[in-house]
């Protein structure tokens, strides 16, 4: 890669959303901003060779695709009539004057914002929402997500396309929420943010444990969503819970790619700057007296990030951080993770009696981590016959190769006890 | 301004005439929040019961609904919204949606040119 090439790519990592969302604003019609987007990096690629790589790459990169999709609607008619669709008259903003292209101001408007929301609306169903984010606003190919989400690329592109008719169609508006729906459709994108995280993270099917260009584009989308809403101590909490537990990843499987739990890590293998980071985050949403679910996640994340042993792990305090948890999001899954937690207080007997609780729950069937705590606090009983029952039944429910070796290999350990 | 149908299902047989008292004091008042919230109500119209309704389907005749279901197609109207935000918000505060519910699906306008 030359440096030109470089260049190209490193405003495409960085520069894709500014780029785009500023030129939907003109095209009004994604389909035409992503055309003339594409363009404007091929064109980038000859222009730099030539000219150097412009102070402002962004900025050259919106002119060029702006004035690519002023072309086109000129020359096009039918899109002329699609125009005002995606665009918002924005009360005493300034709004392109689309008949010359010289009127282009200089100062373009960040319409990041609108493009995340507008990707995460909720009229959208979660999927589309992940795939239009990723594909709208992060600038992933097509091909690329489809792998990432192990559907095939036709499915994916269909998937994409249905989602970018209904916005037009249904006129789903290309804005920032009023601070009324704000804190429902700031949650939509955290949401959107985690789950593309969590797919990462651990991998919900297939071999290895981690895919990291989802991981990678999770953290970025963090930052740069927190960049552009500095006063959300959500958006605050969710870049350091993913930070937190990312800290974690290189020591989540061992050499041969099999999962390593909390307790058995090699801590030294945590990522330091990452905790820290990730911890101050963490204080300062908290700080702002309004932490929500991915504040206090990432509170008992650094709690875990910070000691240097499971024995040495202020348990109480994670204990009564997930009794806060429960109380503003009540869901099965955060008890089941305080129950782990309580195993740690008071004994696994009483973490027994929560999860036996549970798993009455219709919300936590085929959910395979039930039987897999079930089963690792039975091994600690020394309750091996019924140990065994729990990791087989885990091991039916769990998809991703490394936690089904993982498991394999305890039921082994509790057969093999006498 | 884009217009959208929304599609009124309730209980089956949805009887317009059993539409309690709290339902049509609020009906009443729906107009007046339309228009606070900015769209204006283009047509509507409430149906007989499904009882009354006959399908067909192929060349096979029916009596019934389309779609047996435990909600049915009560009525329908034709909202002119700015966009869909606003079109949510209004079909949000429809009677229909305590019991029943509601689809919102933009009309259909052939591409220009």
Same mark, same amino acid.
């Given at each position: 890669?030359?440096?030109?090439?470089?260049?190209?790519?490193?405003?495409?990592?960085?520069?894709?959303?500014?780029?785009?969302?500023?030129?939907?604003?003109?095209?009004?019609?994604?389909? +035409?901003?992503?055309?003339?987007?594409?363009?404007?990096?091929?064109?980038?690629?000859?222009?730099?060779?030539?000219?150097?790589?412009?102070?402002?790459?962004?900025?050259?990169?919106?002119?060029?695709?702006?004035?690519?999709?002023?072309?086109?609607?000129?020359?096009?008619?039918?899109?002329?009539?699609?125009?005002?669709?995606?665009?918002?008259?924005?009360?005493?903003?300034?709004?392109?004057?689309?008949?010359?292209?010289?009127?282009?101001?200089?100062?373009?408007?960040?319409?990041?914002?609108?493009?995340?929301?507008?990707?995460?609306?909720?009229?959208?169903?979660?999927?589309?929402?992940?795939?239009?984010?990723?594909?709208?606003?992060?600038?992933?190919?097509?091909?690329?997500?489809?792998?990432?989400?192990?559907?095939?690329?036709?499915?994916?592109?269909? @998937?994409?396309?249905?989602?970018?008719?209904?916005?037009?169609?249904?006129?789903?508006?290309?804005?920032?929420?009023?601070?009324?729906? +704000?804190?429902?459709?700031?949650?939509?994108?955290?949401?959107?943010?985690?789950?593309?995280?969590?797919?990462?993270?651990?991998?919900?099917?297939?071999?290895?444990?981690?895919?990291?260009?989802?991981?990678?584009?999770?953290?970025?989308?963090?930052?740069?969503? +927190?960049?552009?809403?500095?006063?959300?101590?959500?958006?605050?909490?969710?870049?350091?819970?993913?930070?937190?537990?990312?800290?974690?990843?290189?020591?989540?499987?061992?050499?041969?790619?099999?999962?390593?739990?909390?307790?058995?890590?090699? @801590?030294?293998?945590?990522?330091?700057?990452?905790?820290?980071?990730?911890?101050?985050?963490?204080?300062?949403?908290?700080?702002?007296?309004?932490?929500?679910?991915?504040?206090?996640?990432?509170?008992?994340?650094?709690?875990?990030?910070?000691?240097?042993?499971?024995?040495?792990?202020?348990?109480?305090?994670?204990?009564?951080?997930?009794?806060?948890?429960?109380?503003?999001?009540?869901?099965?899954?955060?008890? +089941?993770?305080?129950?782990?937690?309580?195993?740690?207080?008071?004994?696994?007997?009483?973490?027994?009696?929560?999860?036996?609780?549970?798993?009455?729950?219709? @919300?936590?069937?085929?959910?395979?981590?039930?039987?897999?705590?079930?089963?690792?606090?039975?091994?600690?009983?020394? @309750?091996?016959?019924?140990?065994?029952?729990?990791?087989?039944?885990?091991?039916?429910?769990?998809?991703?190769?490394?936690?089904?070796?993982?498991?394999?290999?305890?039921?082994?350990?509790?057969?093999?006890?006498? | 301004?884009?217009?959208?149908?929304?599609?009124?299902?309730?209980?089956?047989?949805?009887?317009?005439?059993?539409?309690?008292?709290?339902?049509?004091?609020?009906?009443?008042?729906?107009?007046?929040?339309?228009?606070?919230?900015?769209?204006?109500?283009?047509?509507?119209?409430?149906?007989?019961?499904?009882?009354?309704?006959?399908?067909?389907?192929?060349?096979?005749?029916?009596?019934?609904?389309?779609?047996?279901?435990?909600?049915?197609?009560?009525?329908?109207?034709?909202?002119?919204?700015?966009?869909?935000?606003?079109?949510?918000?209004?079909?949000?505060?429809?009677?229909?949606?305590?019991?029943?519910?509601?689809?919102?699906?933009?009309?259909?306008?052939?591409?220009?040119?």
């Amino acid at each position: 890669m030359n440096e030109t090439e470089r260049a190209v790519a490193d405003a495409h990592r960085h520069e894709w959303a500014f780029v785009l969302a500023a030129t939907a604003r003109v095209t009004g019609d994604f389909d +035409l901003a992503e055309e003339c987007v594409q363009d404007a990096y091929i064109a980038a690629l000859d222009a730099w060779a030539r000219d150097g790589v412009p102070r402002k790459p962004g900025a050259w990169l919106t002119q060029t695709a702006r004035r690519k999709a002023l072309d086109l609607l000129r020359r096009d008619k039918v899109f002329r009539a699609k125009m005002p669709l995606l665009v918002e008259p924005d009360p005493g903003g300034a709004d392109v004057n689309l008949t010359d292209p010289d009127d282009i101001p200089d100062e373009i408007p960040d319409d990041r914002l609108r493009l995340v929301f507008t990707c995460c609306h909720p009229a959208l169903a979660r999927e589309a929402q992940v795939a239009l984010t990723l594909r709208l606003v992060c600038g992933v190919t097509t091909p690329d997500i489809a792998r990432a989400f192990l559907v095939s690329e036709p499915t994916m592109a269909a @998937r994409i396309t249905r989602a970018k008719k209904k916005i037009t169609a249904a006129r789903i508006p290309y804005r920032v929420p009023v601070a009324a729906d +704000l804190p429902e459709r700031l949650d939509a994108v955290l949401s959107v943010i985690h789950l593309l995280y969590t797919t990462g993270h651990t991998a919900p099917s297939g071999a290895g444990l981690v895919r990291t260009d989802l991981v990678d584009r999770a953290v970025a989308l963090t930052r740069m969503l +927190l960049a552009l809403m500095p006063d959300e101590p959500e958006v605050r909490g969710l870049l350091a819970l993913l930070l937190l537990t990312d800290a974690r990843r290189a020591s989540r499987t061992d050499a041969r790619g099999r999962l390593v739990v909390l307790e058995d890590q090699d @801590r030294s293998l945590w990522d330091r700057r990452a905790i820290a980071e990730g911890r101050d985050l963490a204080v300062a949403a908290f700080r702002t007296g309004r932490a929500g679910r991915y504040a206090l996640q990432a509170a008992i994340a650094s709690l875990h990030a910070v000691a240097d042993s499971p024995a040495t792990t202020d348990w109480r305090q994670i204990v009564a951080l997930y009794g806060l948890l429960l109380k503003i999001w009540p869901s099965p899954v955060v008890a +089941l993770n305080r129950a782990v937690a309580v195993a740690m207080v008071d004994g696994p007997a009483a973490a027994l009696e929560e999860v036996d609780l549970l798993a009455t729950d219709e @919300r936590l069937a085929g959910y395979h981590y039930l039987p897999a705590v079930r089963a690792d606090l039975l091994r600690r009983l020394k @309750r091996h016959e019924e140990a065994a029952g729990a990791y087989r039944a885990a091991i039916a429910l769990a998809d991703n190769e490394a936690e089904r070796k993982f498991l394999e290999s305890r039921l082994a350990e509790v057969v093999d006890s006498p | 301004m884009p217009q959208y149908a929304v599609i009124i299902h309730s209980p089956a047989p949805a009887d317009p005439m059993d539409l309690t008292p709290d339902y049509l004091a609020l009906l009443e008042g729906y107009g007046a929040k339309v228009a606070e919230l900015g769209g204006t109500i283009v047509t509507g119209f409430a149906l007989e019961p499904s009882t009354t309704a006959t399908s067909i389907r192929g060349d096979v005749v029916t009596d019934g609904p389309f779609t047996e279901a435990k909600e049915v197609v009560a009525g329908f109207f034709v909202l002119e919204a700015p966009d869909l935000d606003v079109a949510l918000a209004i079909a949000k505060l429809n009677p229909a949606t305590i019991d029943g519910g509601v689809e919102v699906r933009p009309l259909f306008t052939p591409p220009a040119g």
